[in-house]
């Protein structure tokens, strides 16, 4: 089953600007992940952020935690075409192993 | 090796027969997970092995669907008796296993169609 909602299903913005994704979960956890995937096949693991932090930068992504209202947004600055993607996040739940995905944002980064 | 690798990149099969779908995790990795993804959804969770054993194997679908991993680092899941609705990308990661620490490596899939 799925964890969540993302928003929105589909983005599609101009090389450049910024691109922000949010992500809503159900449960509990003990960290939430973003991870990007090409063309349908594997995943790649973006960022991690655990539930006691607020906010977690990695180049050009910035991820924003707020367990009071259990969702998470993905900042992607300065957008590049090979960013065109779908993005996914996923959360491990307390006092389990497994991730639990939501079901993806599509971004198009138009040149 | 380097990275997750996952046997066929693509398999074809004819509903009601068997196949066996293969994972190498990154060496050293104690925890692998087998995932299911359906086209345009997130990839659900099949079950999650911890060294030999499946720690977690809640998202089979079914009875037709088993995983194994005798010697901890290989695992292969295996399909009885395959229906078109088997039809996914099958995923599968691995982890050191140190639970919150960790963000997953993952192969790149073996595509299976059922006719």
């Known amino acids: 089953s799925q964890q969540g909602e993302e928003d929105p299903q589909a983005l599609s913005i101009q090389e450049g600007e910024n691109a922000t994704m949010n992500c809503s979960y159900k449960t509990s956890i003990n960290n939430l992940q973003w991870y990007r995937q090409n063309s349908g096949r594997g995943l790649v693991h973006l960022i991690l952020i655990r539930s006691n932090e607020r906010e977690k930068h990695s180049g050009r992504l910035r991820v924003t935690l707020d367990t009071s209202k259990k969702s998470s947004s993905l900042l992607i600055t300065a957008s590049r075409a090979a960013d065109t993607a779908s993005y996914f996040c996923?959360?491990?739940?307390?006092?389990?192993?497994?991730?639990?995905f939501g079901q993806g944002t599509r971004l198009t980064i138009n040149p | 090796g380097a990275g997750v690798s996952q046997t066929p990149s693509n398999k074809v099969t004819e509903k009601g027969k068997y196949v066996e779908l293969r994972c190498d995790p990154i060496s050293g990795h104690t925890a692998l997970y087998w995932y299911r993804q359906s086209l345009g959804q997130g990839p659900e969770f099949l079950i999650y092995f911890q060294g030999t054993g499946a720690a977690d194997d809640s998202g089979l679908p079914n009875d037709r669907f088993f995983a194994v991993r005798p010697e901890g680092s290989v695992s292969t899941l295996k399909i009885q008796r395959t229906e078109r609705g088997d039809s996914a990308v099958y995923l599968c990661?691995?982890?050191?296993?140190?639970?919150?620490?960790?963000?997953?490596?993952f192969g790149s899939g073996t595509r299976l169609t059922v006719v």
């Open positions: 990661a691995s982890s050191l296993g140190r639970g919150v620490l960790d963000g997953y490596t």
């Open positions: 996923a959360t491990v739940e307390q006092g389990a192993q497994k991730l639990v």
